[in-house]
């Protein structure tokens, strides 16, 4: 007995502390969209109704725990309903139920849902206990397609948006290892620069090669620093040639 | 009191003093690089951004450069390669001999190329004075483009061109900029290869500047 009690009141303790968090949240929310309305936008509004949601599943957790007692058994029973203001439950309420009326309770102390809900529910629910299972199933397909559809829509949107970003700035190189190496080697040993060798055509720039020995214009990558035999034939010749000035003039 | 009987400083002298006190920038501190010809003009941007002697616009050269060789008729060691450079923009100034050494590559940790750099201001008479030592031109090139100076550093984005006998114009040697980053400094002053470092890397991603070795690549394809 006295175990239940003491579960009881922690569970009851717990629970308020949710209702707590989630009145605060309301209350953001609600001061947020009085004050900000001009400046809010949709993401910040979702993010506080997220705020919401997260504090309504807590309190959804507590009751559905094990450890709270059945509460379906404890009943809250109106003992005394008066007109006159009741200072002691005014400080509970932080001033927002001054009086035990007989108008306030029925709402306070509701179990059911609001008349007006009510009635809709059983609307709701006269409709569907007349549908055909046919039926049923149809709406249900076109549902689905129909939420399918806007995925795609949404989905194509952001991959245009974030894949136009990302890609347009890695896919077009501004530098080309092959051109570094090219004039590095030219301006350092001279490799294209000396008279009768043919130009050195670094690949994927389509510049035309010049000189017999080249054959087809070479597009890959590794045919470019290793050329073909004859080049250097042509090469040797002209410094054999040039080896007889030194000296000997 | 005064100092009238002073003897004058001669050359040798002051000379020596300054290779003891090692304030001669007898090194280069290199890092190169490439842009394509359609982001040249980013890469100038940017380094008219960073850089300091642009505030009466981007300074140009248009430069003509021979390398001479000079060889041993016995042919015991590698010729001794001399580069002559003249500017073809300014047909007063004094012709730039430049000795280049061989860059310290045992180092990996180095992060710039550190090679050996002379350079003398010469006369026009300087090519006959070159052919009767007995050198002779192993090739030469054009290059045209845009020089900036930040600090200590040099840092060109120039075209090369091949000079051709036949036709007139020069023609480019591929659709590439060179970009080199540069230091003459004196021996022992590892501390400004960080400072490029640093420097190239904010020209990233358009330019990737790094130590490159050429005479690995030039052997790679001549054979």
Known sequence: MQREEKQLEATLHAILNRVND??????????????????????????????????????????????????RSVVVLPLQL??????????????????????????????????????RLQQFNH???????????????????????????????????????????????????????ALVTAVGTGKGLRPGMPSIVPPGVGAPGMGPSRGPAPQLGPSAPTMPKAPSAIKTNIKAANQIHPYQR | MSAANVAPITATDSLSQALKANIIPNQEYLLQGSVLDSAVEVLLHRLRGLCDNVDAGTETFDDQEVCFSLRDPNQQAAPLMLRLRKALDARDMPYQLRYIGQPDLGDKSRPTVVRSSLDIACSGMLIEFLNELGCRIEFEYSVKGYMFRKGRMKITVSKVFKISQS???????SQSYLVELSVLAPQGQDAIGEDMRAFADQLRPLVQLDKIDYKRLGHMSVT
């Open chain 1, 127 to 181: 409709k569907a206990s007349t549908l055909s299972h046919d039926t049923a199933q149809k709406q249900v397909a076109q549902f689905t397609k129909v939420i399918s559809h806007v995925w795609e829509i949404i989905s194509k949107g952001r991959e245009d948006w974030e894949g136009e970003s990302m890609r347009s700035a890695g896919m077009q190189p501004t530098h080309s290892i092959a051109d570094t190496h």
């Open chain 1, 22 to 71: 989630l009145k605060a949240a309301i209350q953001a929310l609600i001061t947020k969209l009085e004050n900000e309305y001009e400046t809010i936008n949709w993401p910040t509004f979702l993010d506080n109704y997220a705020i919401l949601s997260g504090h309504l599943t807590g309190l959804s957790k507590i009751l559905q725990s094990e450890v709270a007692p059945s509460l």
């Open chain 1, 82 to 119: 008066g007109c006159e203001r009741d200072e002691a439950l005014a400080r509970l309420t932080e001033g927002r139920v001054p009086a035990c009326t007989h108008d306030l309770v029925p709402d306070l102390l509701r179990t059911k849902p609001e008349p007006q809900a009510e009635q």
């Open chain 2, 167 to 173: 036709s007139m114009s020069p023609e480019p040697i």
